[in-house]
């Protein structure tokens, strides 16, 4: 009993780590999609409310498409690495757990 | 002509993000279930659901790495991963990733987004129609055999040769295949894995059956070793394509969503099922997804000019039909491995229940 109720708690706990982490990443998807895009050098145009990026940007075919060409910054590649990691293992402890809270188990 | 190029990631609302958890959910229970590379079903997903060829494919190693170091950290515990060759493959699947990423790249400065779809459908189609005709084969094989029999099957022919070989200079110890090994086998094999890999994702096609047929290693340690070579070549896809502008981490992270469900419950699963079920059912999957792919090639082929343009009608009509032909091969493999737990679960249930009917009475 004590010890389907700690797994209960740790089953919540992990789901509000990776619950949290998903509001973030949604909540800042437009910051994450603009560091994703500009790894390298990326001609942005503005499309309504959403932005185009343009690879194989020149500061001459940029400005014809009427867009900002905006240098590229390698190590943005790592924000999307941080959140795979940190979302992957949240979410697998959480998950884990949860198939074992409802009684799910492989076959002894 | 310079031009430049439009990579975008597909607009997500809410009805896309259950579509893509739904995707994951199956693509992780075909993962669970196979053992590795059931993230076949995924890229092909994600570009009906409008990503580009290389975006799905960033997107989905992206999502694939870090679940490679937890399942990899888990199975090393059970004794199951042969760290030495693992590491061997994955040295030389780098060197095939950066190949892989290099041929992307030129498609698509050369073709543009559709290009990569195009290329990308070609080397899906190409690889599950060789993969899944083994599958297919070897489940007839092993159908037809007692569970001694399956046992008893040993080494291939051509494994036994290439342990047999000695070239100095070149020899390792593998703990999986429990045998000397020439590293000079080992290259190409390690290659395809990370050129399939960056290609479309899924380079455990290649390296899991490699590693059985032609080095000897067990199935269950050529899975849990492929997952070190999928470590490193996923971490190298989505770190090369991250430079390029391509991985659509929402994408990939709602995908995880669901897979991460489904990726324990295809593995609870396995304990319930016999080999042969596994394979038939994999080999169903990959068919029914290849042949989804062959919809929207007309579509991509007319889009890089190397096609009559074809009327928007048709198009819309042949990807209706490629959509469906997918989302069967979605309901098949989800349908295939919970039918098979729930069947195996009852079995299980029934027996135990009966033994303990059968002892209370002795």
């Known amino acids: ?108 | 002509m310079e031009h430049m190029v439009l990579i975008n990631f597909i607009d997500i609302g809410l009805g896309g993000a259950i579509m893509l958890i739904l995707i994951g959910f199956v693509g992780g229970l075909v993962s669970g279930f196979i053992g590795s590379g059931g993230a076949f079903v995924l890229t092909p997903a994600m570009m009906a659901l409008g990503a580009p060829g290389m975006v799905a494919v960033a997107s989905n190693s992206c999502h694939k790495f870090p679940k490679a170091i937890v399942g990899v950290l888990k199975r090393h515990k059970y004794g199951q991963v042969d760290v030495k060759l693992g590491l061997v493959m994955a040295f030389f699947a780098e060197a095939g990733v950066l190949f892989g990423k290099h041929m992307m790249t030129s498609i698509r400065n050369s073709f543009g987004a559709v290009g990569t779809d195009l290329y990308v459908s070609a080397i899906f189609i190409l690889t599950m129609a060789v993969v899944g005709s083994f599958m297919f084969r070897d489940y007839r094989r092993l159908k037809n055999m007692s569970d001694e029999q399956q046992k008893e099957v040993g080494l291939t022919r051509l494994a036994k040769w290439v342990q047999s070989v000695r070239i100095p200079g070149t020899m390792f110890y593998s703990r999986g295949a429990q045998s000397e090994l020439s590293f000079l086998f080992v290259i190409p094999l390690g290659f395809a894995t990370g050129f399939l890999s960056s290609a479309i994702a899924v380079g455990g096609l290649i390296g899991v059956p490699a590693m059985i047929y032609i080095l000897g290693v067990p199935a269950i340690m050529a899975s849990a070793t492929e997952m070190v070579i999928a470590v490193a070549t996923g971490l190298g896809a989505t770190f090369l394509y991250g430079l390029e502008g391509a991985v659509d981490i929402r994408m990939a992270m709602l995908i995880l969503l669901g897979s991460l469900f489904g990726i324990q419950l295809g593995a609870i699963g396995t304990t319930y099922v016999k080999d042969y079920q596994i394979k038939f059912a994999m080999a169903v999957i990959m068919l029914t997804v290849l042949f989804s792919r062959f919809f929207y090639v007309p579509g991509y082929l007319s889009s890089v000019g190397m096609m009559a343009p074809l009327p928007a009608g048709t198009l819309q009509v042949l990807k209706w039909i490629g959509d469906g032909v997918l989302y069967l091969a979605l309901f098949i493999g989800a349908y295939t491995v919970l039918s098979a737990l729930i069947q195996g679960m009852k079995l299980h249930r029934e027996k135990r229940s009966l033994g303990i009917q059968e002892s209370a009475a002795d």
Not at chain 1, 23 to 50: I, M, P, W
């Open chain 1, 1 to 108: 009993m004590a010890s389907s109720q700690a797994n209960l708690g740790k089953t919540l706990l992990w789901l509000w780590v990776s619950a949290t982490l998903f509001g973030f990443l949604f909540l800042y998807f437009e910051e994450f999609s603009r560091l994703a895009h500009n790894t390298a050098d990326a001609c942005v145009v503005q499309n309504g409310l959403k932005s185009d990026y343009y690879a194989k940007a020149t500061q001459e075919l940029c400005a014809k498409q009427g867009g900002t060409l905006v240098a590229g910054t390698w190590w943005y590649v790592f924000a999307p690495i941080a959140m795979a990691f940190a979302l992957s293992y949240s979410h697998g402890m959480f998950t884990g757990l949860f198939w074992d809270l409802l009684g799910l188990k492989a076959k002894k």
